[in-house]
Nanobody
Framework: QVQLVESGGGLVQAGGSLRLSCVAS????????IVWYRQAPGKQRESVAA???????NYADFVKGRFTISRDDAKNAVYLQMNSLKPEDTAVYYC????????????WGQGTQVTVSS
């Protein structure tokens, strides 16, 4: 089973930018869609952005215009460029395939922490 590992989080001031990476242990070509999720303390995990194998993208309303998801199958990687960050973007960010789909992993791993200071 392909494992997805997140990286690139950190501490940034409001208005700043970060680029998250989601790198697979194997080929992501067979994974139709990969989603970036986030979970803030005391809140449920929520989807942030998704990208299909064909490059179609979808964003949650609260990140539209600020975040960009991209995919590089040659590098088995999916990226999340986050601009104009807000304190409410503070969360642990994860990548995974949608539940029940090819590539979905029950083990969500450590994720990568994003902290935005005001």
């Amino acid at each position: 089973q392909v494992q997805l590992v997140e990286s690139g989080g950190g501490l940034v001031q409001a208005g700043g930018s970060l680029r998250l990476s989601c790198v697979a242990s194997g080929s992501i070509f067979s994974i139709n869609a990969i989603v970036w999720y986030r979970q803030a303390p005391g809140k449920q995990r929520e989807s942030v952005a998704a990208i299909t194998r064909g490059g179609s993208t979808n964003y949650a309303d609260f990140v539209k215009g600020r975040f960009t998801i991209s995919r590089d199958d040659a590098k088995n990687a999916v990226y999340l460029q986050m601009n104009s960050l807000k304190p409410e973007d503070t969360a642990v960010y994860y990548c995974n395939a949608p539940y029940g789909s090819v590539g979905y992993n029950d083990d969500w791993g450590q994720g990568t922490q994003v902290t935005v200071s005001s």
